[in-house]
């Protein structure tokens, strides 16, 4: 018997919605896919970095022009006609609450990392990213709507509060998921592509959103990625039903990798390289303005062309570092001598043009040394401690940070105490007087990523269970036979080691037996 319209629609449904549960679960079982994961997980980070460098950088065109503003109306509001005797005051006033406000996400950074970079050890990466994100979209809103200096001040903390968490544990994160040193480097290029691309395109963004749509605007924008990111990250990565942090080994304390000397060289390196960016970017406008007649359009797009150079020199780096691991020293090194034979040259332009070319040779060898010392801090937690990433980049983000907090406090003090010429000096040779401080690195960097154990630096057997446990799971990783990130993927048994087939066991040598 033929079943009615009715009876026909409905079993039509029914199969439709059995398909859609299908390919539901056939997205949710991709998404548990390593390769796949990872990749989202490098999405997500890299939005995160991105979102973070656009709110760091597209206050530049927005906050000294809009704080004038705020100081005007409230100067006619006490001194009425006479304003203008105030007027150098007033001025000299605005640059150091400029100069404050631009440097307080960067020390509140440097204040908040050692601690951040132990809590992310302590509970893993997604959980810290996600308040990272959080802290962000707060931060943001309220530079949206914020309507006197000290509302902004808030805001531009809060941001650094974000920012050691969120930039910690999204770099930490990728080193954690890509474990081959190819791999690692050329994930941390891509993450360091995107902060270029955040920094370089956030004053023309901000500055023309705020010409002709006003201050909220692309603040609210930025608002709106923040969270996208934060929903990303909770439906792909799902922080709160994750056990894998159960079973994370405990990390190395921050103070032993602090004294460690080749991550205290790789820290300083990262520190003095970004010295001129830090230094230059509350500087070169007036000093444009001042010895080149610039137009705001060329104060404003300065930066811009430097974004290429950039991308190009973590290209070059990814694919040098593939086929030379063993010379990654020598970029980083290369770099810094790049960075301050460009930096030298800075005070000599004499327009727009010339000026181009020296800032490029300064991203350039910025993306040098980062994308070669940024994997190397890995693989150095790998070989001399414990492979647990949370405090090694915490270091990091101080070096970054400790140049970030001084560029906007000091850089024009000494312009006009000293004069532009001998600022720019000065980081020049610093950055060529360090980069012979790499060479210590050359040993470790020709340890070959296949023996990158505990062992290699410290000439002596993996200590404790951890360690043995992380041998046998390489080896597996190795073979294809093993992923962490799959739940019960390498079982283990009473003793805490993986239990294999007895083809995986004929097919991957055992380990080291230990006592």
């Known amino acids: 018997m033929e079943p009615d319209g009715s009876a026909g629609l409905a ?15 056939q997205l949710g079982s991709a998404m548990h896919e390593p390769e796949r994961q990872r990749r989202v997980i490098l999405v997500i980070v890299c939005v995160a970095l991105f979102l973070d460098n656009m709110l760091y950088m597209v206050i530049v065109p927005i906050i000294p022009d809009y704080l004038a503003e705020l100081e005007s109306k409230q100067t006619v509001q006490v001194h009425g006609n006479s304003s203008t005797i105030h007027g150098a005051n007033n001025r000299e006033k605005l640059d150091m609450e400029i100069g404050v406000l631009f440097a307080s996400k960067a020390i509140l950074q440097l204040l908040v990392n050692p601690i951040s970079g132990t809590f992310i050890d302590r509970v893993g990466y997604d959980i810290p990213l996600l308040v990272g994100l959080l802290v962000m979209f707060v931060s943001t809103c309220i530079f949206a709507f914020a309507d006197n200096y000290w509302t902004l001040f808030v805001a531009r903390s809060l941001q650094g509060l974000g920012s050691a968490f969120a930039d910690t544990a999204g770099i930490a994160m990728i080193a954690d998921k890509y474990t081959e040193e190819a791999e690692r480097s050329r994930a941390l290029g891509i993450a360091l592509a995107f902060i270029s691309f955040g920094s370089l395109v956030a004053p023309p963004f901000g500055g023309v959103l705020y010409e002709f749509a006003g201050k909220r605007v692309p603040f609210i924008v930025l608002a709106c990625v923040c969270l996208a990111d934060g929903i990303l990250l909770l439906t792909v990565i799902k922080p709160f039903s994750n056990r894998t942090r ?15 000397p080749y991550i205290a060289v790789v820290a300083g390196a990262l520190t003095v390289c970004n010295i001129p960016l830090a230094f ?16 705001k359009w060329e104060m404003g797009l300065v930066w811009l062309p430097a974004f290429l150079p950039h991308v190009l020199g ?3 780096t990814v694919r040098l570092a593939a086929k030379y691991p063993h010379l ?16 030298c040259t800075v005070a000599a332009c004499k327009n727009f043009v010339q000026l181009i070319f020296p800032l490029c040779g300064i991203c350039f060898g910025i993306a040098l040394v980062d994308t070669a010392l940024l994997p190397t801090l890995a693989f150095l937690v790998d070989v001399r401690h414990v492979s647990v990433y949370g405090s090694v980049y915490a270091i990091a983000d101080i070096s970054y940070s400790v140049a970030y907090a001084l560029g906007p406090v000091i850089a024009g003090k000494i312009v006009h105490s000293m004069g532009f010429l001998q600022l720019n000096l000065g980081m020049g040779l610093v950055n060529v007087l360090y980069a012979p401080a790499l060479l210590l690195l050359r040993y470790v960097c020709q340890v070959k990523p296949s023996a990158s154990e505990r062992n290699v630096l410290l000439e002596e057997g993996p200590t404790g269970l951890y360690d043995s446990i992380k041998l046998e799971e390489r080896k597996l990783k190795r073979k294809g036979l093993c992923s962490t990130t799959i739940k019960a993927a390498c079982p283990v048994d009473g003793n805490g080691f993986f239990e294999r087939s007895k083809s995986s066991s004929e097919e991957v040598s055992s380990g080291p037996e230990y006592t």
Do not use: C
Request: charged share 20%; no cysteine; glycine share 8%.
């Open 11 to 25: 079993r039509k449904a029914a199969l439709k919605l059995s398909e859609m549960g299908d390919r539901t679960k």
């Open 246 to 260: 159960e079973n994370m080994p405990v990390g190395t304390p921050m103070y032993r990798l602090m004294i460690d």
């Open 280 to 295: 230059l970017e509350p500087t070169i406008s007036n000093w444009m303005e001042s010895t080149m007649n610039a137009s």
């Open 314 to 316: 973590v290209y070059l």
């Open 328 to 343: 990654q020293w020598f970029y980083g090194a290369l770099g810094m001598v790049i960075i301050g034979a460009s930096s």
